[in-house]
C-alpha cells in the first residue's frame, strides 16, 4: 500500500513562507496525478492544487498567485510553496493521489497520511 508522509508544517506569521513536503512510497508516483488538500478546523476538507505526472499544474482560487505545487518524481517527493501566507490559510495539510488535473472534478484516491500543520498567525 501506498504510504505519504506530509512535513513542513510550522508556525509563521501572516506574509510569511512555508515549504511542504509530501514523500510517497511505491514505483507508480511517476505516473499519478498528484493534489494537495487542506482542512481548517469545523471546515471539509478542500482541494488546493494539482499536479499531473508531467507537471500541468492547477490551484484553487484562493490560492493562486501565492501557493506553487511542484514535484521530484527521483525522488517520490511532492513540494508545496507557500508564499504571502494569510491567517485563513491555517488548516492541516494532506497530499494524496488524485483522478484529474481538473480542479472541479478530481477526486482523491487513496487514504490520508496524517498531514502537517500550518498555523499563521496575524
Known amino acids: 500500500q501506498v504510504q505519504r508522509v506530509e512535513s513542513g508544517g510550522g508556525l509563521v506569521q501572516a506574509g510569511g513562507s512555508l515549504r511542504l513536503s509530501c514523500a510517497a512510497s511505491g514505483s507508480t508516483f511517476s505516473l499519478n496525478v498528484m493534489g494537495w488538500y487542506r482542512q481548517a478546523p469545523g471546515k471539509q476538507r478542500e482541494l488546493v492544487a494539482v499536479i499531473s505526472s508531467g507537471g500541468i499544474t492547477n490551484y484553487a482560487d484562493s490560492v493562486k498567485g501565492r501557493f506553487t505545487i511542484s514535484r521530484d518524481n527521483a525522488k517520490n517527493t511532492l513540494y508545496l510553496q507557500m508564499n504571502s501566507l494569510k491567517p485563513e490559510d491555517t488548516a492541516v495539510y494532506y497530499c494524496?493521489?488524485?483522478?484529474?488535473?481538473?480542479?472541479?472534478?478530481?477526486?482523491?484516491?487513496?487514504?490520508w497520511g496524517q498531514g502537517t500543520q500550518v498555523t499563521v498567525s496575524s
Open positions: 494524496n493521489v488524485v483522478t484529474t488535473i481538473y480542479m472541479a472534478t478530481t477526486r482523491s484516491l487513496g487514504s
